[in-house]
T-cell receptor, first 112, second 114 residues
Framework: DTAVSQTPKYLVTQMGNDKSIKCEQN?????MYWYKQDSKKFLKIMFS???????INETVPNRFSPKSPDKAHLNLHINSLELGDSAVYFC???????????FGSGTRLTVV | AQKVTQAQTEISVVEKEDVTLDCVYE???????LFWYKQPPSGELVFLIR??????QNEISGRYSWNFQKSTSSFNFTITASQVVDSAVYFC???????????FGTGTRLTIIP
């Protein structure tokens, strides 16, 4: 069973469209994250949720809206996609006490 | 503010050589975690190790070893007897004990030449 699963793995879309990326973890972790990896491989946190509450929002444009329906899910919705949004988006989850910090396999978003 | 520096952008070594990847970090926190992740060409992020700031013991796992030195704020990673499958981008990362947000270095691309 995949511990942190993201869908879709690849997403190609036109500028101006709205799209969502879904993430689910079956590790029982309390905290979930979205990270963005740009074309130069630089990884940066976007959001963090703990038990469905937003903890971190790292100066991300408000076109990006995370939604956590429960602590096992953290979805990312992006409105009015721009060329600069093209990147790989990673979902992750962590458990502070047990020390796990696991990433999903990534979603490669290409905006054309 | 937290910062992680991986000064080596790219390294190439011949198979079976040993290689060390450097990581230097900055934080004002007295308690924190340090991580290494591997990103192979397939793109996933593979967890390698997490150390907390209280534990300065070096760690060895098979051909991998890590040297944590608080005095120099470094957490270096050595691969012994490198193999082609070790070719990947390696990231060092830092988080505090509070919110577990990872601050990543810019990565080191390691190429093992057969």
């Amino acid at each position: 069973d995949t511990a942190v699963s993201q869908t879709p793995k690849y997403l190609v879309t036109q500028m101006g469209n709205d799209k969502s990326i879904k993430c689910e973890q079956n590790l029982g972790h309390d905290t979930m994250y979205w990270y963005k990896q740009d074309s130069k491989k630089f990884l940066k946190i976007m959001f963090s949720y703990n038990n469905k509450e937003l903890i971190i929002n790292e100066t991300v444009p408000n076109r990006f809206s995370p939604k956590s329906p429960d602590k096992a899910h953290l979805n990312l919705h992006i409105n009015s996609l721009e060329l600069g949004d093209s990147a790989v988006y990673f979902c992750a989850s962590s458990d502070r006490d047990r020390g796990g910090y696991t990433f999903g396999s990534g979603t490669r978003l290409t905006v054309v | 503010a937290q910062k992680v520096t991986q000064a080596q952008t790219e390294i190439s070594v011949v198979e079976k050589e040993d290689v060390t990847l450097d990581c230097v970090y900055e934080t004002r926190d007295t308690t924190y975690y340090l991580f290494w992740y591997k990103q192979p060409p397939s793109g996933e992020l593979v967890f390698l190790i997490r150390r907390n700031s209280f534990d300065e013991q070096n760690e060895i796992s098979g051909r991998y070893s890590w040297n944590f030195q608080k005095s120099t704020s470094s957490f270096n990673f050595t691969i012994t007897a490198s193999q082609v499958v070790d070719s990947a981008v390696y990231f060092c990362a830092l988080s505090n004990f509070g919110n577990e947000k990872l601050t990543f270095g810019t990565g080191t691309r390691l190429t093992i030449i057969p």
